[in-house]
């Protein structure tokens, strides 16, 4: 599962005048010394990480397993802790009436819903709802109709690339397997990908799904980027004295564009191409593993892989 932790700014930003800096930070805090203990123990219940982490003396002390609870379902709820989420007004206090009864309709709206974009949280799918079918429920119905007329739970999101042509990483596949045939020959591997961090990466890191599926949303990579970090690995784990990080400014401002085709060339004249083995050798670093990203494809960086033989 992909570790994003809370924004403790890009939060307290939502809120003018908003609760006081250091409470906020005690609650966003907890929430993500608790998605480190997930991604750490993914076996574990939620339950079993609560009670280990109220012996953490970073988590705030005196506050009950339920609060701790409470705080976790909200960010995946709404995106924020629940203080924030009332301050915003996104908790909704709409009571539904008694005559208010689910119908396939209001299933079949859901489903398109879902199906458009499963990671709204849940005021966003109220409110569509309401707008269409001009039915008035409060959050917590909506949240027990999904679950049990539906059988949808909130689940961790799967993203993948739609820039992504299955029949390139077929042929890849394949083109590994002849490069690749001795136990030894991993040690000629060496694999490089950047990882580009946004405004918007520590949110809606869940969506709705049917109980017992993944949930999959194809979206456009590398597209509202303001960090970037290359990294390389070999059999042995990450390479840490290769990798790089750019902050993308001009003229003193923030810009939100990915590393150019330029940037990346110089970057692996300089630290990459030094180390590069020679396959014909058998050398170590001998088979260089990029994706199909545009700025890997440059001539001068093919003429430097070439050269090493």
């Not at 390139?168 to 002849?178: D, G, H, I, P, S």
């Not at 400014?249 to 590069?276: C, I, S």
């Amino acid at each position: 599962m992909p570790l994003t932790l809370l924004s403790l700014h890009s939060l307290h930003s939502h809120v003018s005048g908003g609760l006081p800096y250091g409470v906020i930070r005690i609650r966003v805090d907890f929430i993500n010394l608790l998605r480190l203990s997930i991604v750490e123990n993914p076996d574990w219940k939620l339950e079993h990480h609560l009670r280990v982490l109220q012996r953490n003396p970073l988590t705030p002390q005196g506050i009950s397993t339920r609060t701790l609870r409470t705080w976790y379902e909200s960010t995946v709820d709404y995106g924020v802790v629940p203080a924030l989420a009332k301050r915003i007004g996104i908790h909704s206090s709409r009571r539904t009436s008694s005559r208010t009864k689910f119908t396939s309709e209001i299933g079949g709206e859901l489903l398109s819903i879902f199906t458009t974009d499963p990671t709204l949280y849940i005021y966003e799918v109220n409110a569509i709802l309401r707008e269409t079918t001009g039915v008035t429920i409060s959050d917590r119905t909506l949240t027990r109709w999904i679950h049990t007329k539906l059988n949808m739970s909130r689940q961790v999101v799967q993203r993948k690339a739609c820039q992504r042509v299955e029949a390139n990483r077929v042929a890849f596949q394949l083109r590994l397997k002849n490069l690749v045939r001795e136990p030894s020959d991993l040690d000629c591997l060496i694999m490089l990908d950047e990882t580009n961090k946004d405004r918007n990466s520590a949110i809606r890191k869940h969506g709705w799904g049917r109980v017992g599926q993944s949930v999959q949303v194809s979206e456009a990579f590398n597209t509202d980027t303001r960090y970037t970090y290359i990294a390389l690995a070999d059999i042995n784990g990450f390479v840490i004295e290769l990798g790089r990080i750019f902050e993308h400014t001009v003229q003193g401002k923030k810009v939100y564009d990915p590393l150019n085709k330029e940037e990346f060339t110089e970057f692996f004249r300089h630290f990459v191409y030094p180390r590069l083995g020679s396959y014909a050798r058998r050398e170590k670093w001998s088979i260089l593993i990029m994706d199909n990203c545009t700025i890997h494809g440059s001539p001068e960086i093919m003429d430097m892989v070439r050269e090493k033989g």
